[in-house]
């Protein structure tokens, strides 16, 4: 089982920049692909970013790719997302997820997942 805690999150205008961070702690982190999912008001939950075990694979959401960059440290057991040219499109809040340890899985479907933070908001205004 792992647990997993966000922070970073906060209030920033148009054009800012924002380094959200996932701590894990429990079991096997270093063979979890994590990735970032985000949600807005009145919205389904959807996919921002991921990455592989390893780190050699990235997988990144139309809207924020060349904008967003999502890299881990598995010393640290840490998943970072930094979020540049913020626009208010990406207001909502970000949740960090892991998937099953050593298992292949589909990056951008949230249904892979199995653990969930609980959220980190983030703001956008103009």
């Known amino acids: 089982q792992v647990h997993l805690v966000e922070s970073g999150g906060g209030v920033v205008q148009a054009g800012d920049s924002l380094r959200l961070s996932c701590v894990a702690s429990?079991?096997?982190?270093?063979?979890?692909?994590m990735a970032w999912f985000r949600q807005a008001p009145g919205k389904e939950r959807e996919f921002v970013a991921a990455i592989s075990w390893a780190g050699g694979t990235t997988f990144y959401a139309d809207a924020v790719k060349g904008r967003f960059t999502i890299s881990r440290d598995n010393g640290k057991t840490e998943v970072l997302l930094q979020m540049n040219s913020l626009q208010q499109g990406d207001t909502g809040i970000y949740y960090c997820a892991a998937a099953p340890m050593a298992t292949m899985v589909r990056l951008s479907e949230i249904n892979e997942y199995e653990a969930w933070g609980q959220g980190t908001q983030v703001t956008v205004s103009s």
């Open positions: 429990g079991s096997a982190f270093s063979l979890r692909a």
